[in-house]
């Protein structure tokens, strides 16, 4: 690689051919109309051998700009195998989009998203020159493994690549084997197709591969170099070549090899073979005579494209490699197929006794006797993943008392599918009589390979998992009785403007309002408070409004919204049937500055009374979320498990009560998405202030939960009313349509597969909605 020509003389440095080059690079993340969320930069190993980037660092200067190299700096770690990629994720724009794969190194450079310099470099030290205005010497140049200036750009190979947009990356062709020492040559402007170490090898002198045709790659471990087919032994007895080492010696008794960078021979019975298209390239072997130390693993990975077949005995030559946390066999000279055996599955019961891992079984032939829960499925249409827990759904330990943060990791255990496949038409898995999965729902006697990868133990199946509807879904919600029902619902932003939170088209835009009419309309709510509804006046409200009025007949509701809009790009508001309540006075708000999204306040009493004693008050809220940005002091994350922004949220509480006293308001009704689970502190401060949560009171705790992050359950979104209210509440219900429900069936189009897409209410949010009754007779 030749560092060429500038507007500034200088002498080209070369580079040892073939090593780590940039691969693609993006500076339009976050910016109107992209597709992806951050900047990136994607390395990628042209060579034959493994590269060590410790020590290593990405550097970035302005097109033509005086700042150096110094001022813009990510640094590296690692190792790159042969035909591997490694993602470095770069600044987020201020419009989120589409998320990145899982990076291999973070870092905040924000890029050019038309024009600019890239340089990777042997050394964590800033150059302390720009190629342009402030030349590089030959010992900086030296440093210099690659370089790409795009548009206009003053410094790069050969001549400059193109320039770039919002909409397109740089992406060297050849699937990152082109290197002419020319940008101009070897880039294309093209979609961003960002690849990570967990993208599938595309080793240089093989098939081109075309660039990862979605934004995010699979989370299916894949191991680390390029599958090595077996070459015909010279030797025709080639079994009588003797083993090196154990299985276990391999695996030794830590998380990592002992014998890491090894060549080794080993012998084992082959358990599973994931060769087959888009899987993982491999197979798994077990020693079916284990030695006697229980802290070893007697089975491995082994990553190669030669065929092997259940039940072989062989005998494999390779070098040991740890990739992900896996210790695997790769590199691989010989499978030799000596004979059959038969192994014995071993049985895991969960959960794991306290200081027990998973670490000696890993490569093993498991399986799971006991039913266990699916506890989430964020990943099912995506990775073909979910989690699965013993003694069913795990909760939130914030959520209610007597849970256990290590107890739910001792139970759970995720499956995979076994594949590399992104978004699968058709879902790997679904329950008994669906063509999906619901949380809730349970699996017996699952059996397959215990493996890991991207910090967690995962199960690749080896027959078929079959789930049983144990929570199927409800039809309508529980009757709550009363004379008035009252619901709240996180809208999972209903906005009319495209590109913005909500919907990017205007197909997604009718499919998502279809979800939210039949929700409302299952609801049937004389008074509903809405959250995550557009900020532009009363445009979004209305538009719900007409669209519901459409379905169960005109002028059946109203809207309402707060006379302060608040500084986010989302607000409450409220909708009522006439017929059955009225206002009393108009709306009222906070000008507080602590809610970034005010409450909004109105007095209602039913149509036919004219007694002020039966008035309440809708005071409806959408509390500072749990996200980080921005967090300081005391709004840092405090290890509590509140996660940031928790002092900010109990500060919203205080102010609620405040509302509530300042203005004598009668027979609070405190609802909306509190981003706080059930006994964290801003609830605590809710009901020191005698308000009781309807939920608490009325439904069954295992019933008890509006929402689903991270595999946990719990309760984000809250009614409590006030003391003399309370009486007259008849019943309660949370209608659980949304966060059982895969996200792969909402109204979004991308990624989902069509056939799972309905107009009716499952899957219309992420947060199921609280009904509850009121008798005000």
């Known amino acids: ?323 992900n946390g896996l210790t695997e066999l790769s590199s691989v000279s010989a499978v030799d197929v000596c004979g059959t055996g038969t192994v014995k599955t071993t049985k895991v019961n969960l959960p794991l006794a306290s200081g027990k891992t998973l670490e000696s079984l890993e490569g093993v032939l498991v399986t799971f006797p006991q039913t266990l829960t699916v506890s989430e499925v964020y990943n099912l249409g995506r990775f073909g993943e979910m989690t699965l827990s013993t003694k069913g759904r795990l909760f939130q330990p914030t959520d209610r008392d007597g849970v256990d943060p290590a107890d739910n990791d001792a139970r759970r255990i995720l499956l995979d599918d076994g594949s590399n496949v992104q978004n699968p038409p058709v879902l790997p898995y679904h329950t008994n009589g669906s063509n999906t999965v619901r949380v809730g729902d349970g699996t017996t006697g699952l059996t397959g390979i215990l493996t890991y990868g991207f910090d967690l133990y995962r199960v690749e199946p080896t027959s078929p998992v079959v789930f049983t509807a144990d929570n199927p879904r409800p039809a309508p919600p529980a009757k709550v009785g009363g004379n008035v029902r009252v619901a709240s619902l996180n809208t999972l932003n209903w906005f009319t403007t495209l590109n913005s939170r909500g919907a990017n088209t205007d197909g997604e835009k009718q499919r998502q309002l279809a979800k939210l009419v039949a929700t409302l309309k299952g609801l049937n709510p004389d008074v509903a408070g809405l959250m995550e509804v557009e900020n532009n006046g009363t445009t979004a409200l209305n538009a719900l409004v007409d669209a519901l009025n459409a379905e169960v007949g005109a002028g059946t509701y109203k809207g309402i919204v707060g006379p302060v809009a608040g500084t986010d790009a989302i607000r409450v508001a409220l909708i009522y049937k006439p017929a059955v309540v009225r206002p009393v006075g108009a709306a009222q708000s906070s000008t507080d500055p602590v809610f970034r999204r005010p409450p909004l306040i109105q007095m209602f009493q039913r149509t036919r009374d004219n007694d002020d004693g039966k008035v309440f008050t809708m005071i409806v809220n959408h509390f500072k979320s749990k996200g980080c940005d921005g967090a300081t002091g005391a709004d840092l994350d405090q290890g509590d498990g509140q996660s940031c922004f928790n002092a900010e949220r109990v500060r919203q509480s205080q102010a609620v009560l405040g509302l509530i006293d300042t203005f004598n308001l009668p027979n609070p009704v405190v609802a909306g998405d509190l981003n706080a689970y059930g006994e964290e502190d801003p609830m605590h401060v809710l009901e020191a202030g005698q308000l009781t949560s309807v939920s608490k009171k009325f439904i069954d705790k295992q019933d008890r939960y509006s929402y689903v992050f991270d595999s946990l359950s719990g309760e984000l979104d809250h009614v409590l009313v006030g003391k003399q209210l309370l009486k007259k509440v008849t019943g309660a219900t949370i209608w659980h349509i949304n966060a059982d429900e895969g996200r792969f069936m909402d109204y979004n189009t991308e990624f989902n597969p069509p056939s799972l897409y309905s107009p009716g209410a499952f899957r219309s949010s992420d947060h199921d909605p609280l009904l509850f009754g009121l008798d005000l007779s």
């Open 1 to 323: 690689m030749a560092v060429g020509i500038t507007v500034v003389s200088l002498t080209p440095a070369s580079a040892e051919p073939g090593t780590v080059v940039i691969s693609q690079v993006y500076g339009g993340g976050g910016n109107s109309g992209a597709p992806l969320t951050n900047d990136y930069v994607e390395l990628f190993n042209r060579s034959a051998d493994t590269v060590s980037l410790d020590g290593w660092s990405v550097q970035y200067a302005s097109a033509t700009g005086t700042g150096a190299f110094a001022s813009n700096k990510v640094d590296l770690a690692g190792s790159l195998a042969p035909g591997r990629f490694h993602l470095v994720q770069l600044s987020a724009g201020a419009t989120p989009s589409g998320p990145l794969p899982p990076a291999d190194t973070t870092g905040n450079l924000a890029l050019s998203g038309t024009a600019g310099k890239v340089a990777l470099v042997r050394s964590a030290t800033g150059l302390a020159c720009n190629g342009g205005s402030i030349p590089c010497t030959p010992e900086q140049t030296a440093q210099i493994a690659d370089l790409v200036g795009y548009g206009t750009a003053n410094y790069f190979e050969g001549a400059a690549a193109p320039a770039l947009t919002n909409s397109t990356a740089a992406i060297r062709k050849d699937g990152g084997c082109a290197d002419t020492d020319d940008n101009a040559a070897d880039f294309a402007a093209a979609a961003p197709a960002p690849r990570n170490s967990a993208t599938a090898a595309a080793p240089c002198g093989g098939a081109t591969p075309s660039p990862t045709p979605t934004p995010t790659p699979s989370d299916t471990p894949t191991p680390t170099p390029t599958p090595t087919p077996t070459p015909t032994p010279d030797d025709p007895s080639s079994c009588a070549v003797p083993v090196t080492r154990e299985i276990a010696e391999v695996q030794g008794s830590g998380d990592a090899s002992p014998l890491a960078g090894q060549k080794v021979r080993v012998e084992g019975v082959v358990t599973a073979d994931f060769q087959g298209t888009n899987q993982l390239s491999g197979f798994y072997i077990q020693d079916p005579t284990p030695d006697a130390d229980p802290a070893t693993s007697d089975a491995v990975f082994v990553f190669t494209s030669t065929p092997a077949a259940l039940g072989d005995r062989v005998r494999v030559s390779g070098t040991v490699t740890e990739f």
